[in-house]
């Protein structure tokens, strides 16, 4: 009849196969049984399981051999399929006194995941002799022990088992005593030396035996004992154990030396004959090398610590001895209590990592059992991995589990898992063992670059030095490796009238921009270009960002005189009538600036003049007037030196020479002035004749002055009233000066209204205001159109 422990192992066994095939990978339940004698030599092949199991290219599939108690005991040629011995079995070392010798081991194929059962038996062989505890045996018989009386003897010990383990004892001839052998269960014997005749003390008070015991392999092994026999006086009274059958219950762990349990018998006897001893009697090593008892007291105690997952229960048979050597027996029943003394085990089989992290959901991680020595609930196990990560926990055979993915991973979210498996009983109290793998997660390239502006704007002052480095353009990828390598580039522009690839050129690697030119801010002000940012990776991404280019402007262009005007022929002569007041209108210098913002910023100033103070400048807009009253000793013309500067730093300038030419009246012709720097003689004999022409001109009109009187009256206030009473002939300025389009500081739409009239308390020569956009100039006229095609206007 089985054992219940071996029982409840089986039943737990057959449910866990019933799971696995419910709801595992593939199972198939049919065990393959192999044999091998201990012993055989390592490299021995045991069997085939391409020919047994039917599976194929077992290196693809990973397949594995493990053993339950994960020792390895054999190896698997993946080429062949041959299942060789990887060492010496030893069955004594591997069962003890086991019956039969099994061990069993799974064949485990990884892709796709199935398990094959198998079971290895170890064959005994004759490898052990017998042996005596003890090779002197002292026996005390009282000479009054009637023919029959038996005497129990302490059996031999043989490792090995069945038919190699003690089969037959024998005894030295002699005229008292023979051998009968007696069933002590479970295929062991032990002998009883049996009384054939009476012993007589004084005729012989001692007899000497020779016992053998001889085992049963094809090759005999055998053992002998001496065996003393001592006869003493009558002894009539067996000592009695009170209880012929003791049965106790000890925890695993309780200390050594701890007692188990007190035995007592009695002898009816008195003296020498009525004293006990006890001592055990045909007990297993493992029953010497754990327990001991008190010859005198009967208690029994613990030698070495108990160990419920190695042996559940053990039979101690126990005598009592009287000092006339007198026995009787008893046993002892020990049963071993599981306490919840040991932790789980986690074992792996296979560790992926890394893991990629577009891979499918459910993908294999890992593979790894678990398993608890202890029974009962204090074996029943629950293991998991913490919530907050993206993998599962799938039981899959028997105690095997599979770590999978639970969906795709983001390697820019997390690059490292760290898992910590935790395993733990139901036993009191609850053990738990932890395990840690990290998983790797590895890169793909799913993140495109990005810059860290979507557009960029970069000032550059204009006439830079070539390969000037104007900035930086960056972006990031937040991939790893080859994929977040970036590589600069400037994508063609739609632009046909911007050569990019002249002006700028961009580092691939770090994204700085260079000016391959100086840049010139009144040729191109600014202009846009795209550039791009790819990575290395497989297929290739990219992004876009716009740069812009801002030139800013340098004062690089001197102030440019548009009035009046410097590389005539002629110079321009500008007149002054001599009864002028201060504040008079002499001209106005127009003048602009290529420039733009402060640098076109533009002043005037008089830097020599003919009469010191009798002009002056004003500073923002270029009027030159009068500061005084002329007087006659003031000189008829004058030379004006002016410098027009712009607001730059540093500032640039210009000079223009004005001429004027001081008149008594607007009668006299118009005689453009000598040179400044001819002889002074050339000088007197000019202004003789222009005094002649002069006196000349105002006695002509002085006739018709009184004549137009009453006209120019008239045209005074038309002109009050609006301007159509006056001539307003059209003039234009010439088509050379050009539009800038405003950055300078007068435009060719510039007018001046201008006036010419003829009363004799003022005589000037007015620029008034600007007026309308038409290039038009408004000339009233006080004087005979004589007069004025005498000073030159048609």
Partial sequence: MMEPGVTAAQQIRQVLIFLAFLGGPSVLSETWNYSVAEEMETG??????????????????????????????????????????????????????????????????ENPLQFFQAELLVEDINDHPPTFLEKLIFLNISEG?????????????DLDVGING??????????????????????????????????????????????????????????????????????????????????????????VDSLVIKVSATDLDTGMNGEIS???????????????????????????????????????????KDGGSLSGKSAIIVQVTDVNDNPPEIVFTSVISPIPENGLSEMVVAVFSVR?????????????????????????????YTLVTESSLDRESRAEYNITIT??????????????????????????????????????????????????????????????????????????????SSLISINADNGQLFALRALDYEALQTFEFRVGATDQGLPALSSQALVRVLVLDA???????????????????????????????????????????????????????TEPGLFTVWAHNGEVRTSRLLSERDAPKHRLLLLVKDNGDPPRSASVTLHVLVVDGFSQPYLPLPEVGQEPAQDEDALTLYLVIALASVSSL??????????????????????????????????????????????????????????????????????????????????????????GYN
């Avoid at 599976?55 to 390895?72: E, H, K, N, S, W």
């Avoid at 307003?728 to 006036?755: I, K």
């Fill in 44 to 109: 021995s092949s045991i069997a085939n399981i391409i020919k047994d199991m039917g599976v194929g290219d077992l290196t693809a599939r990973g397949a594995r051999v493990i053993f339950d108690d994960y020792q390895p005991y054999l190896r698997l040629e993946l080429e062949t399929g041959n299942l060789l011995l990887n060492k010496k079995l030893d069955r004594e070392e591997l069962c003890g006194t086991r019956e039969p010798c099994i061990l069993h081991f799974q064949v485990l194929l």
């Fill in 145 to 157: 022990a009637t023919p029959g009386t038996s005497f129990q003897m302490d059996n031999a010990q």
């Fill in 166 to 255: 003690v089969q037959n004892y024998t005894i030295s001839p002699n005229p008292y005593f023979y051998l009968k052998l007696k069933d002590g269960g479970k295929g062991r014997k032990y002998p009883e030396l049996v009384l054939d005749g009476p012993l007589d003390r004084e005729r012989e008070p001692s007899v000497s035996l020779i016992l053998t015991a001889t085992d049963g392999g094809s090759l005999p092994r055998s053992a002998t004992a001496l065996i003393q026999v001592v006869v003493v006086d009558v002894n009539d009274n067996a000592p009695k154990f009170e209880r012929t059958l003791y049965e106790v219950q000890v925890p695993e762990n309780s200390p």
């Fill in 278 to 320: 006890y001592s055990f009697s045909h007990v297993s090593r493992d029953v010497r090398k754990t327990f001991k008892i008190h010859p005198t007291s009967g208690e029994v105690h613990l030698k070495a610590p108990l160990d419920f997952e190695v042996i559940q229960s053990y039979t101690i048979n126990v005598q009592d």
């Fill in 372 to 400: 608890d020595q202890d029974s009962g609930d204090n074996s029943r196990m629950m293991c998991s991995i913490p919530d907050n990560l993206p993998f599962l926990l799938k039981p899959t055979f028997k105690n095997f």
């Fill in 423 to 500: 395993v733990t009983d139901l036993g009191t109290p609850r053990l738990t063992t932890q395990h840690t793998i990290t998983v790797q997660v590895s890169d793909v390239n799913d993140n495109a670059p990005a810059f860290t502006q979507t557009s960029y704007t970069l000032f550059v002052q204009e006439n830079n030095s070539p390969a000037l480095h104007i900035g930086t353009i960056s972006a990031t990828d937040s991939d790893s490796g080859s994929n977040a390598h970036i590589t600069y580039s400037l994508l063609p522009t739609h632009d046909p009238q911007l050569a990019l």
């Fill in 555 to 609: 004062n690089d262009n001197d102030p440019f005189v548009l009035y009046p005007t410097q590389n005539a022929s002629a110079p321009c002569t500008e007149l002054l009538p001599r009864a002028a007041e201060p504040g008079y209108l002499v001209t106005k210098v127009v003048a602009v600036d290529r420039d733009s913002g402060q640098n076109a910023w533009l002043s005037f100033q008089l830097l020599k003049a």
């Fill in 702 to 791: 002085f006739f018709l002055s009184v004549l137009l009187f009453v006209g120019v009256r008239l045209c005074r206030r038309a002109r009050a009233a609006s301007l159509g009473g006056c001539s307003v002939p059209e003039a234009h300025f010439p088509g050379h000066l050009m539009d800038f389009s405003g950055r300078e500081t007068l435009s060719q739409s510039y007018q001046y209204e201008v006036c010419l009239t003829g009363v004799s308390d003022t005589k000037d020569f007015q620029f008034l205001k600007p007026v309308s956009p038409d290039h038009q100039v408004v000339t009233c006229v006080e004087e005979n159109s004589t007069s004025m095609n005498g000073f």
